[in-house]
């Protein structure tokens, strides 16, 4: 088997059809169809289902390997093009909305201050999303909501951030700074759906506090939610960096000091290691939070920042 045999089959995994694949890698059908047939020869199984379309079992066991051996030959390229000072090379960055928004706006510039010829592709979804986009090989890290237990994956908390209501001024719980999560289970909320991991957090705070929270609804998306508490839809319990310091509008923050901290982390892979591009990214996101993180509202920063220690 070959490179070319790899990719083609990486090709037609994420764009569907032989057709799609050759469009991507910039040929003609007929040679994404001769590479497939090739490697299923070699490998004595059949990779992609003619009929149907998409891979097989064995094409989805055998597409997983090749996207690592394709990520390893790219990070050994940009390893020696990455030796003494200069680090050049692509990093894909999953990140969670309500992260990228603070955040990205300060990596962006100053990576590309730091590293010029780092080129970063940031993809953008929730924790439950971009952990199996990470574990297959689609994005080399992760910026995700903590805890994530995989023996795949190291973890380094980033920050903790607290958790807050937000209502629209109209609302009577404006007039307030701070409220007990007693009283904001009194009402129907805004929230997460079960099953998600901040959902997990706010029903455990609930029930240490002798309560329930009830839902108004139940938005999967944390920056819907947000905007939807702000046009006077209703309370809803959000992280701290859902509403950067910048934004403004007819909106109340309250603390509810019941509510522990949610922990934000960076996840990658144990194995292949992260290439120089990536730890580059690392690199400089970790300056950026010990300089200006506390300067955004609600998130906290060092090791007593997080409540379960080192490892949430």
Known sequence: MDLRQLSAL???????????????????QSNVSGHIARLEKELGVTLVDRQRGGLTDDGGQVVERARRILREMDDISADMASRGDSVSGDARLGVIGTTARWLMPQL??????????????????????????????????????????????TVEPLFA????????????????DELSLLRVASEPLLIPPKGTAMRRILDKAAAASGTTLRPQAEIDGVRLLT?????????????????????????????????????????????????????????????????????????????DAFPLGKNP
Do not use: C, N
Request: neutral net charge; proline residues 9%; glycine residues 8%.
């Open 161 to 176: 951030e607290d958790l807050i209501v937000i209502v629209h001024t109209s609302h009577p719980w404006a007039e307030a």
């Open 108 to 153: 962006l510039p100053a990576l590309s201050a730091d590293h010029p010829l780092v080129h970063v592709t940031v993809f953008e979804g929730s924790t439950t999303t971009l952990l199996p986009r990470l574990v297959a090989g689609h994005l080399d890290a992760a910026i995700v909501h903590l805890p994530v237990d995989d023996p795949e994956l």
């Open 10 to 28: 990486v090709a037609i995994a994420d764009h569907g059809s032989f057709s799609s694949a050759a469009r991507a890698l910039y040929t003609v």
């Open 227 to 303: 905007s939807l508490a702000m046009e006077g839809y209703g309370p809803a319990i959000v992280p701290s960096t859902a509403v950067p310091g910048w934004v403004k509008g007819d909106f109340k923050r309250i603390h509810v000091p019941e509510l522990p901290r949610r922990v934000v982390g960076w996840v990658q892979r144990r194995r292949p290691a992260p290439g120089a591009p990536s730890r580059a990214v690392l690199k400089t996101m970790r300056d950026i939070l010990e300089t200006k993180g506390a300067l955004q509202r609600g998130v906290h920063i060092g090791s």
